[in-house]
T-cell receptor, first 113, second 108 residues
Framework: GAGVSQSPSNKVTEKGKDVELRCDPISGHTALYWYRQSLGQGLEFLIYFQGNSAPDKSGLPSDRFSAERTGGSVSTLTIQRTQQEDSAVYLC???????????FGDGTRLSIL | KNEVEQSPQNLTAQEGEFITINCSYSVGISALHWLQQHPGGGIVSLFMLSSGKKKHGRLIATINIQEKHSSLHITASHPRDSAVYICAVGGSQGNLIFGKGTKLSVKP
């Protein structure tokens, strides 16, 4: 069956541009998570959704980051006015509900020139 | 001090050896996860546990809630087990706090 799908797999953009990353979770999974893995760093939590609702946005690094989820399915993570420190692999995971095993996508490798 | 500490950071073993990776945490958790990240970057969930012990094939995970400690064991290790193993603790909403990972290399 289909796993978590992320697109694009790679994105190279110039500093100052906006980027949009997409996550298509496993069908029927109500919980969706965004994480970031910077080069040489560990994974860090960004935001989670239960259905279309994001109760806690405190993990987002700055107000340039936003995320939404529509129809309880696809989620987009948007980074405005990208900076070089935004370069990282952005990972999405979904689970059947909160506090269940998470299934990870392959990530989007974002490079800011 | 990190909320999730793993040891060792790097581990090299010979094929067939018994391997143990340790994880200690300092926050309250709903569950602890062990993840595997292969060189290509994909992450796979190995275990999610909140008490006791779980076994899957050659992998065993244990957790001691009172001690705030978990271990991942690999029996009869094989070169294909080479990967980064990540311990993560789940908060009340399921969001994960990650350790820095243990890079395992199993030599034939």
């Amino acid at each position: 069956g289909a796993g978590v799908s992320q697109s694009p797999s790679n994105k190279v953009t110039e500093k100052g541009k906006d980027v949009e990353l997409r996550c298509d979770p496993i069908s029927g999974h109500t919980a969706l998570y965004w994480y970031r893995q910077s080069l040489g760093q560990g994974l860090e939590f960004l935001i989670y959704f239960q259905g279309n609702s994001a109760p806690d946005k405190s993990g987002l690094p700055s107000d340039r980051f936003s995320a939404e989820r529509t129809g309880g399915s696809v989620s987009t993570l948007t980074i405005q006015r990208t900076q070089q420190e935004d370069s990282a692999v952005y990972l999405c995971a979904s689970s059947l509900s909160l506090n269940q095993p998470q299934h990870f996508g392959d990530g989007t490798r974002l490079s800011i020139l | 001090k990190n909320e999730v500490e793993q040891s060792p950071q790097n581990l090299t073993a010979q094929e067939g050896e018994f391997i143990t990776i340790n994880c200690s945490y300092s926050v309250g958790i709903s569950a602890l996860h062990w993840l595997q990240q292969h060189p290509g970057g994909g992450i796979v969930s190995l275990f999610m546990l909140s008490s006791g012990k779980k076994k899957h094939g050659r992998l065993i995970a244990t957790i001691n809630i009172q001690e705030k400690h978990s271990s991942l064991h690999i029996t009869a290790s094989h070169p294909r087990d080479s990967a980064v193993y990540i311990c993560a603790v789940g908060g009340s909403q399921g969001n994960l706090i990650f350790g820095k990972g243990t890079k395992l290399s199993v030599k034939p």
